[in-house]
């Protein structure tokens, strides 16, 4: 698989990822606008755990899967239970169910779109298993029980979030296995806190310039060669 080159920025990854908690889902996000239709694919009552935002001019696809909503303490907090104790339960889960509705309908329907697919905290469990095929796959705080990084995969993190912080063995372990495997797939950003509550929060991404880019495409053929921008 060849992927050009494709990037967000930290600003704009704090502005989807913010809005991934709104309900209702806001109808247009810096000129991406909601495919109501495909998100709805996420709906449980009335919280979307998954939206798509579309580009059309420049073909361009958002897929945002937002976290653990504490409107949502029954069903959602479950499904972390479940995969606290089993990562091939939690793709049993309603919650991943709906997740991957979503990713395969995107993929379908926008299928030469730009898609990348963008997650926090709970949401990263999804990005990673599900954004295999998006130009990036990129998470905030995610919650991992050291899954392999994938070679489109980058992450986000505070150094005072412990929710990620089983990610860092792989990103040491790729950084020394893949030379081409660079700093740009995992961004810790340095804890300014003692509260888990603030420093497992979207708003941490202020603290990056926000014209930093995420993310870049796989220039050759071979799975490990990346190039970041």
Known sequence: M????GSITANELQIFLVASYEEPSPSNILGYVLDEEL???SKLVNQTTAR???DEANKKVIVSHRGTGSEMMGSDWLNNVVYAGSSSAYKLTPR???AKA???AVHKKYKNYNVTTVSHSQGGILSHLLG???KNSISLNPAYKYENVQANEYIIRSSGDVVSAASVPKKMLNESLYPGFTKRHMITIPAESNNPLIEHSPNILTRLDPNTKIGSGIK???YRELVGY
């Open 2 to 5: 060849v992927l050009n080159g």
């Open 39 to 41: 998100s709805n694919l």
């Open 52 to 54: 798509v935002y579309v």
């Open 96 to 98: 991943y169910k709906r």
């Open 102 to 104: 979503v990713q395969d």
């Open 132 to 134: 295999t095929q998006s």
């Open 220 to 222: 050759e053929k071979k």
